[in-house]
């Protein structure tokens, strides 16, 4: 979805750019170590260094918006929901597989060592601020799913694109980059 909303952002003449957070993908940074703030510093300099002036962020993306551009969010969410829906997951697969653990041991776990959550391991200071993060500074403007129509595609069972919503969401962009 990302990718086909840059090439449509191009194709308006809008350049863009797609930062790894530190800790993810090729980083020499470990994931444990990582913290929201961490993560904050490192947009908002990769912001500074591209010369950034709007910024487009989806769901869980808009806890790590640099504060002093305007721009997009599609569907921005709360740390702690992102937290609970983590913890709600690994509950289950420990009963699937014959293990119990309830949410809050494992949220205190994570508060005080860290946890694996989702194939991450959180450290506490990451897990102490998806616990208060919230989405959405004034600049921001919110995009819902209505407005770019289908279903949500982290929502579905496989994982998946929709080209029509990237189109979309490239046109939101376009028109309201210069408004």
Known sequence: MLATTMRELDARGIDSFLPDLPGTNESLQSFSAQSLHGWRTAMALAARHFA???V???RGGALV??????????EPVMGATLLRRMLRTRVLASREAGRHEDSATLLAQGR????ELA???LGPALVAGLESARPLDEGQREIRMTE???????LRAEP???????VRLAQI???EFDA
């Open 112 to 115: 005080e060592e860290g946890i």
């Open 56 to 58: 487009l962020a989806l």
């Open 160 to 166: 998946g694109e929709d080209a029509a919503q990237s």
């Open 119 to 121: 194939g991450y391991y």
């Open 65 to 74: 918006f640099p504060n002093t551009l305007p721009g997009w969010v599609l």
């Open 148 to 154: 770019l129509g289908g279903s949500a595609l982290w």
């Open 52 to 54: 950034a002036n709007r």
């Open 173 to 175: 962009v376009a028109e």
